[in-house]
Every structure is written in C-alpha cells, then in structure tokens.
C-alpha cells in the first residue's frame, strides 16, 4: 500500500476503515455495545479491540453477529472513497485488504493484485510479528487460504521475499501495468 501511495495511486485501506466504522460516537460501535454489551468499551468509550476479540474469537455466532454489524459499514465506506477517488479522476483507487480472495469480494474489483511470500519467509514474519515458536507459526499459516488458490485469481502477483529495491522495482512494474488497462 505506502509503495502504490508513493507512485501516487489512491489507497483504500480496509483495516482503516473497519477502525473508522466502529470508532467513537459512530452506529456501528452503538450497535456493538447494544450486541455485546458495554463491557466491550474501553475507558474512554472507545471499542477495547482486545476485550471484544476474546468474545468473538471462540464463539462463530458472535463472530458473524460482529460482522453482520460491521461488514456492510466497511463495504460502504469502501466504495464512498472509491467513488470520491473516481470523482477527483484518478486512474487508480488501491484497495487494501485481507481475506478479498476468501470472500469473494475480488470478484468485485477490476483486478486483483496479490502480495505473496513463500511459506518459510511467511513463518519468520509471523514469529517476528507475533512472538510465536514455529510450530505455532507453522499452525496459523495452515488455518489460512492457500496461497496458491490467491494466485490462481491473480490479475498480478507480487512477490515479497527479498529486499525493499526488489519490492519497490515489482510494484511499479505492477502500477504500470494497471495504468496502461485501466487508463492513466
């Protein structure tokens, strides 16, 4: 996303908006609280991601009472920055995301740009990020789609294995080609 924002395309960052859906004062995080109850909320009145995770976390009814909540917030918030986007002519509107693949909500996009690393570098990152031994590592990557299905619906693969030149080399190449298709 920062690369594409530095060659000046509009990024859409779904993690984001799911924060700005839910944040204080907002329906969404009323409707939570009256879901959830308040003890969801932080001191200041804001959502305690944390607390409300662990009620979700094990519990897929409650999962799917948050994201029945939350979803079509993100989804609309979505698409308002991407027609302001389309409105101020920009070419391009990035839009940011996990879990676009297993969904199915790729399907509603133009193209699909996958980031990928190989599975021992994917283990690093997520020991790195997460404070986890391999094991565990190796048994959050295997709950996760495989990457060789997010490829198969790939308009363009980036590969993140190396250094940030590789990176920054590949996803201009990737830029480029999404302005020449789509108008730039």
Known sequence: GKIFRTLGASVIDADEVAREVVERGSEGLAEIVTAFGAGVLAADGSLDRKTLGAVVFEDATARKRLEAITHPRILARSMQLMAAAASRGEALAIYEAALLVENGSYKMLQAL??????????????????????????????????????????DHVIWNDGDLTSLEARTREVHAALLARFGG
């Open 113 to 154: 740009v996958v980031v990928a690393a190989s599975e021992d570098v994917q283990i690093a990152r997520i020991r790195a990020r997460d404070g986890l031994d391999e094991a565990a590592a190796r048994a959050r990557l295997a709950a996760q789609f495989p990457l060789e299905k997010k490829i198969a619906v790939a």
